[in-house]
């Protein structure tokens, strides 16, 4: 069986590289090891070529000079022409902003899936006041199948397209296995540096409230945009954060995993999410979760996270200072947090995912 996964992204963008092209890479492997052929067509950025990772065929298309944002729009346009022209069995096509959808069910007879890490029209509504909502709702229209993360995805498509055939399929996690025993030092935020979107200017304005001599250093890690990092680095000097906060670009392997194992909790104080893996990954770490308590993450249990009223700078400032001081508080959230992760191993969350694609072909 031919496979093509569909994502802007992929594993070394340097501007996003997320969790989504994250996961896209492990279920293609897999499906890979098991003899099936796996192309991903993702967006092309400077340096980019086509290559095999793992034995899964990556095809950059579009072009690398047009930058991050323009290139996302580029790549809806032009992605129902490879659609046409490339063969395959089944395709898997991974919603982009800024409306999500490219209506490839439009351009074929085969099998399209939607593969919906996050319905992003209503997060770029919001940022650029523009309506992409609506493209977005005609677009779900055309598709017959859907995999969603979780049910408050599933419940927005079945607004606009109620017989679709949606099954609900999360995101999974390696889970260590081992984790240092040593005192721990840090905060950690680590994901996509987007300042609104990931709420940085909110955990900032956080961290500042509290004393800086009860709280332990923060670290924040993650790729962006160099605007975007930019902005990060002047809100840090803004807030004369600069001795208190770190920030170390994009981590992957080692460094990442050396992050996880030296942090005290995560914080996660975004404004809009879908499936946070770096959640995931932080309860495979037994790391306690501060976040605000929005949609997407509603799905994290009470027992692995503190949630807070959105967007309250306020609260999230005092629960900071209260997790880091309570380590009996830390620990039980971080036990549990570790018990609660084991259902998500990527080779269970791919037998779903072969279940699935193997009945639609």
Not at 78 to 107: A, G, N, Q, R
Not at 154 to 163: C, G, L, M, P, T
Request: charged share 25%; glycine share 6%; net charge positive.
């Amino acid at each position: 069986m031919k496979i093509v996964f569909s994502n802007y992204d992929d594993i070394k963008n340097p501007f996003y590289g997320g969790g989504g092209a994250y996961a896209i890479h492990e279920i293609a492997r897999r499906f890979s090891k098991k003899g099936h052929k796996v192309v991903v067509i993702t967006g092309k950025y400077k340096g980019s070529k086509d290559v095999f990772v793992e034995k899964v065929k990556y095809k950059r298309i579009g072009f690398s000079w047009t930058g991050p944002k323009l290139s996302q729009l580029i790549y809806h346009l032009i992605l129902p022409i490879f659609v046409k022209i490339t063969s395959f069995d089944i395709w898997i096509e991974s919603f982009t902003p800024p409306h999500s959808t490219s209506f490839l069910p439009l351009f074929t007879k085969k099998n399209v899936v939607g593969l919906v890490h996050m319905l992003a029209s209503e997060d770029m509504r919001r940022k650029y006041k523009l309506p992409f909502h609506l493209v977005e709702k005609i677009g779900l229209r055309f598709y017959k199948h859907f995999i969603v993360l979780n049910d408050i995805t599933e419940i927005n498509i079945r607004k606009v397209n109620e017989s679709a055939n949606i099954k609900i399929i999360p995101n999974g996690i390696d889970i260590p296995q081992y984790i240092s025993k040593k005192r721990r030092t840090n905060i950690l935020f680590l994901g996509r540096i987007e300042i609104n979107q990931k709420g940085l200017d909110l955990l900032l304005k956080a961290y500042k409230k509290v004393d800086s001599k009860k709280l332990v250093k923060m670290v924040i890690a993650g790729g962006g945009t160099e605007s975007e990092v930019e902005s990060l680095k002047s809100l840090i000097k803004k807030f004369g954060l600069k001795n208190k906060v770190e920030y170390v670009g994009k981590v992957i392997g080692r460094k990442k995993n050396s992050l996880f194992n030296k942090a005290l909790f995560m914080v996660i104080p975004s404004r809009y999410e879908t499936f946070s893996i770096v959640s995931l990954e932080a309860a495979a770490w037994g790391l306690p979760i501060i976040c605000f308590d929005i949609e997407g993450l509603r799905w994290l249990p009470k027992n692995c996270a503190l949630k807070i009223k959105p967007f309250s700078v306020d609260l999230f400032s005092k629960e900071m200072e209260r997790l880091e001081s309570d380590s009996r508080l830390r620990e039980s959230l971080g036990n549990s947090a570790r018990v609660y992760v084991r259902r998500y191993s990527w080779n269970d969350i791919f037998r779903k995912y072969e279940k699935f694609i193997t009945q639609l072909v």
